[in-house]
C-alpha cells in the first residue's frame, strides 16, 4: 500500500530540518524522465545544518545563520517498521525563499529497508500532493546498492515549478518502487562495468495500445564487442518472479509493421565507444483473460553475457506476445562522458 504523510495546517511553531544521516548514500540524481524527474541534489548538499531535524533552532546559531525552511507542523513520524516495499517516509517540509536550500521548495524525508537477500538498488517515485489530494509533481530517487538488511535514510527534493502560482504541496506518497540487483542494474552512463558494456532501456513511445522501447548497449571498454543475432530476454513480475505464458517473439512485425524492429540479424562488431541498439515490442490489449505486467526485464546482450535487468514496466494485456529486433549499430550514438571512448563520425 502506498505510504502517505500530510502536511496539517501551517502553524508559527518549530522550524524543521532535514538531516541526511543514512548510513549509505543515495546516488545524486540528474537526468529528466517522462513523468518523473531525479532529484537535482544530493542528500548532502540539500540543506545547511543549522537546525536539527524535528526540533528548534539550536542555542547559540552561527552569526548570520539563514533559517533552514518555512515554519510547518508535521505529523508525527510513525514510530512503526517500513511498508511491505521496505519504505516509510518520515517527514515532509517546505523551505523559504530565503533558505539555503538549492534547487528544492519541497522535501521528503524516507528510510528504505532491502528486505530481500542481496544487495540491491532501488529507484522510487514520489508524488508530491496538493490539499485537495491531486498531483503537483512526481520525482524519482535512485539509491544505490543497498545491502541485505541494510536501513538508508535519504531526501528526496521536488523543484520549484514552471508555474506562476504553482499549487502549495502538502503531502506526500510512495507511488512505486522498483529495485533489481546491483550486480546487474543497468546503466547508461558512469564507470564502465566488468562486462565492459552499458545496458540500458529508454522511455520508449505509446499510441493506440502499441508500445515500442529500445534497448540500447554501449561498448565503454578497451576491446572490441560483438553481437550477432537477439538479446536473450527473461520477463519477471513485481516480485521478481518469472512470467510464463508469454511468447517471445523474434523480430516486431507481428506486433506491428511500424514497430521497426523486423530486420534480419546480422553480425555487429562495436569499436571503444560504439552502440547498437534493438527493439521491444508489445501491445497491452486486454480480453478474456488475466492481464499481464512484467515489470522487469533480464537482458543477456550475447550468450554467456551477464545478465542486465531493466525496467521497461511491460504492460501486456491478454496478447501474450512481445516481439524484439535483432542487434543492429546506432551510428546516432554520440558518448558524452569523461572516461567514456567516443563513436566514430557515421
Request: net charge negative; charged share 20%.
Amino acid at each position: 500500500m502506498p505510504a502517505v504523510i500530510r502536511v496539517l495546517p501551517a502553524l508559527a511553531g518549530a522550524v524543521l530540518f532535514l538531516a541526511a544521516c543514512g548510513t549509505e548514500k543515495a546516488s545524486p540524481g540528474g537526468e529528466r524522465t517522462e513523468g518523473a524527474r531525479k532529484a537535482p541534489v544530493s542528500a548532502e548538499s540539500l540543506c545547511p545544518d543549522d537546525f536539527a531535524q524535528f526540533g528548534a533552532a539550536p542555542a547559540s546559531p552561527a552569526p548570520g545563520a539563514t533559517p533552514s525552511g518555512t515554519p510547518r507542523s508535521l505529523p508525527v513520524p510513525s514510530a512503526g517498521g517500513p511498508g511491505e516495499d521496505g519504505l516509510k517516509i518520515t517527514g515532509l517540509y517546505a523551505w523559504g525563499a530565503g533558505s539555503e536550500c538549492a534547487s528544492a521548495d519541497y522535501s521528503a524525508a524516507f528510510e528504505l529497508t532491502n528486505q530481500g537477500t542481496e544487495k540491491a538498488t532501488y529507484t522510487v517515485t514520489f508524488g508530491f500532493l496538493s490539499a485537495s489530494g491531486g498531483s503537483v509533481d512526481n520525482v524519482e530517487r535512485t539509491v544505490e546498492a543497498v545491502a541485505p538488511g541494510a536501513t538508508v535514510k535519504d531526501v528526496v527534493a521536488m523543484s520549484a515549478m514552471a508555474a506562476a502560482h504553482p499549487p502549495e504541496v502538502t503531502g506526500v506518497e510512495v507511488i512505486k518502487v522498483r529495485s533489481v540487483p546491483t550486480a546487474e542494474a543497468s546503466s547508461a552512463s558512469g564507470p564502465c562495468p566488468a562486462s565492459g558494456v552499458h545496458v540500458y532501456a529508454d522511455q520508449g513511445d505509446a499510441a493506440m495500445g502499441l508500445r515500442v522501447v529500445g534497448l540500447h548497449l554501449v561498448n565503454c571498454g578497451s576491446d572490441t564487442y560483438q553481437l550477432n543475432g537477439y538479446p536473450g530476454l527473461e520477463l519477471l513480475d513485481e516480485d521478481h518472479e518469472k512470467v510464463d505464458g508469454v511468447r517471445i517473439l523474434h523480430g516486431t512485425d507481428a506486433i506491428s509493421p511500424a514497430a521497426g524492429g523486423d530486420g534480419s540479424p546480422r553480425p555487429v562488431v562495436l569499436k571503444p565507444g560504439e552502440a547498437a541498439r534493438t527493439t521491444l515490442a508489445w501491445r497491452n490489449t486486454t480480453q478474456a483473460g488475466d492481464p499481464v505486467n512484467a515489470p522487469y526485464v533480464r537482458v543477456l546482450p550475447k550468450s554467456g553475457a551477464a545478465p542486465v535487468t531493466v525496467v521497461p514496466e511491460l504492460d501486456l494485456g491478454t496478447t501474450g506476445k512481445l516481439g524484439v529486433g535483432p542487434w543492429e549499430r546506432d551510428d546516432t550514438y554520440r558518448g558524452t562522458e569523461t572516461g567514456t571512448a567516443r563513436p566514430t563520425a557515421p
